[in-house]
């Protein structure tokens, strides 16, 4: 009798506890069934092989200089490019030489930069090491030593030229290297020319946030405001050669591209 009882006992157990899983399941299922309606699984999207540390070029990048040679610029305008390649491998701007400009194009963009300013200081504002990135050769995010220099604030290193003066001062002692991380969205244009959606910029300098997905609101402009002119999809990216002043040496090493 007691044998009988113990086997009715187990059977009911097994009974209850196998009732139990199956409701359990039968929930999860539901859940993940709910889950799966808001999961993208295509396309997938293509690896990239990141470099060693955060500065070192992906594997989908384009290397626009690494110390050796700068055969992927040309000088802008024509002509054999006069800048040159220090000791150290530092690409430092020859005065009066004219601007750099990639011999490829480029429209969004992810561009990494680094950058030195002349550890021998001379001149104030903006002709103490000044510089610039043209992205597409139209719209500059300034290059600048502004350490103990006061400027225009929208001037300054960090600012898109006249339009846009960075969140933060964030540079380094001239002499040291700094870092650009930049991306860059291209404006579009309409058949007619108009602007169709300008161009933006988001820009860490040495890691620090400065610029936030900030308007472009037309090419740069020394005097008078910023305005639009239809160009290509695709343009060329410009180093300045801001040598119109006392000599701005400023040094470049490390530069990548990719295209977005
Ligand atoms: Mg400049």
């Known amino acids: 009798m007691k044998r009988i009882a113990l086997i009715t006992l187990a059977f009911c157990s097994y009974t209850i506890l196998a009732n139990a899983q199956s409701k359990f399941k039968s929930r999860q299922d539901s859940l993940e069934y709910e889950a799966a309606k808001t999961e993208v699984w ?21 290397v626009l200089y690494n110390g050796k040679d700068f ?11 006069g800048w040159k390649i220090d000791a150290d491998g530092a690409l430092t701007v020859v005065k009066g030489s004219g601007d750099l400009e990639t011999k490829e194009a480029f429209g969004d963009c992810q ?12 001149g104030s504002n903006q002709t103490r090491g000044n510089s610039g990135i043209w992205f597409m050769s139209n719209y500059e995010l300034q290059i600048l030593d502004n350490y103990n220099n006061p400027t225009y604030v929208n001037g300054e290193i960090g600012s898109i030229y006249k339009q846009h003066t960075p969140l933060v001062t964030a540079c380094k002692k001239p002499g040291e ?58 343009m060329p990216l ?23």
């Not at 396309?43 to 384009?62: E, H, L, R, W, Y």
């Not at 990494?112 to 001379?122: M, S, T, V």
């Not at 410009?238 to 977005?260: A, C, E, K, T, Y």
């Open 177 to 234: 290297w700094q870092i650009y991380d930049v991306i860059f969205t291209a404006p579009q244009f309409k058949e007619n020319g108009e602007l169709a959606t300008p161009a933006h910029m988001t820009v860490l300098l040495n890691g620090i946030l400065v610029q936030n997905n900030a308007i472009v609101y037309g090419g740069v402009e020394w005097i008078g405001l910023p305005k639009y002119v239809k160009h290509a999809n695709k």
């Open 238 to 260: 410009i180093l300045q050669d801001h040598g119109m002043d006392g000599g701005n040496p400023v040094s470049f090493r490390n530069i990548w591209i990719r295209p977005l």
């Open 111 to 122: 561009l990494h930069l680094e950058f030195r300013e002349p550890a021998e200081i001379k």
């Open 42 to 62: 295509n396309p997938i999207p293509k690896s990239v092989t990141p470099g060693t540390t955060v500065a070192d070029a992906p594997s989908d990048a384009i």
């Open 71 to 81: 055969n992927a610029f040309q000088k802008k305008n024509g002509g054999t490019p």
